[in-house]
C-alpha cells in the first residue's frame, strides 16, 4: 500500500454495501492499530468489536435514545444520520480508554496524552481498512447515548469513540480543507 495515496484517497464513508466483512480482516487491522505510537508507550485503548446481532441490538438502543431526544426536541445534529450508518456497516469498533478510571493519580496531562494516542490508534484503524478497500467513519456522535452503551456493555472503562466498517457504498468528494499556508506559521 501506497501510504500517501491512503491518506489522500481516505474518506468518511455513511453509506456501506450489504457485505461482511472477514473476521480476519478486522483482526489484521486491529493488530495495526495496537502498532500506533502511544505516549509513554502506555497503549490506552481497548476494542469491542460488534458484528451481527449485537451491533443490531446497539442499533436498537441508540434509535430509543433518539426518539427520546426528538420528544424532548433535543439537537443532536448528525445523531440519526450515524445510526443509519452504523446499522449498514459490517462491523462497529467501540475504542475505549481502560486507564481513566482506574488509575488513583490519573490527571489532565495523561488524559491528553492518552486521547492523542488513542486518536493515532484510530487513524491507524481508518489508513489500514483503506489497504483492504474498505471504507471507516470515526463516529464521535455515540456519546449521545454514552452512559447507556456503558450499562448495556457493562462496561466501566471510558468510551472514547466508534468505528464503523465496511465496504463502501458511496465514494464522497474531497472535503475541502484549509491551506497549509493559513494554519501554519514557520519561526
Not at 464521535?140 to 450499562?151: A, G, L, P, R
Not at 458511496?170 to 506559521?185: A, D, G, K, M, V
Request: proline share 4%; with cysteine.
Amino acid at each position: 500500500m501506497d501510504i500517501i495515496k491512503a491518506i489522500e484517497a481516505r474518506r468518511s464513508i455513511r453509506k456501506f454495501q450489504n457485505k461482511v466483512v472477514p473476521k480476519d480482516t478486522i483482526e489484521k487491522i486491529l493488530e495495526l492499530a495496537i502498532k500506533a505510537p502511544s505516549g509513554k508507550n502506555r497503549q490506552p485503548w481497548r476494542f469491542i468489536v460488534l458484528q451481527g446481532k449485537k451491533k443490531d441490538e446497539l442499533v436498537n438502543l441508540m434509535e430509543n435514545i433518539a426518539y427520546v431526544y426528538r420528544n424532548q426536541n433535543t439537537n443532536t445534529g448528525s445523531y440519526e444520520l450515524t445510526i443509519n450508518s452504523i446499522n449498514e456497516s459490517s462491523v462497529l469498533i467501540l475504542v475505549f480508554n481502560p486507564y481513566s478510571k482506574i488509575e488513583e493519580d490519573y490527571n489532565y496531562h495523561r488524559l491528553i496524552t492518552d486521547t492523542q494516542s488513542i486518536g493515532a490508534a484510530i487513524q491507524t484503524i481508518a489508513l489500514a481498512a483503506q489497504n483492504f478497500e474498505l471504507g471507516t467513519l470515526w463516529i464521535c456522535d455515540i456519546f449521545y447515548c454514552h452512559n447507556e452503551i456503558m450499562t448495556w456493555l457493562e462496561c466501566e472503562d471510558e468510551l472514547i469513540a466508534a468505528v464503523a466498517i465496511g465496504y463502501p457504498g458511496e465514494c464522497p468528494y474531497s472535503r475541502p480543507r484549509n491551506s497549509l499556508h493559513e494554519i501554519t506559521e514557520w519561526i
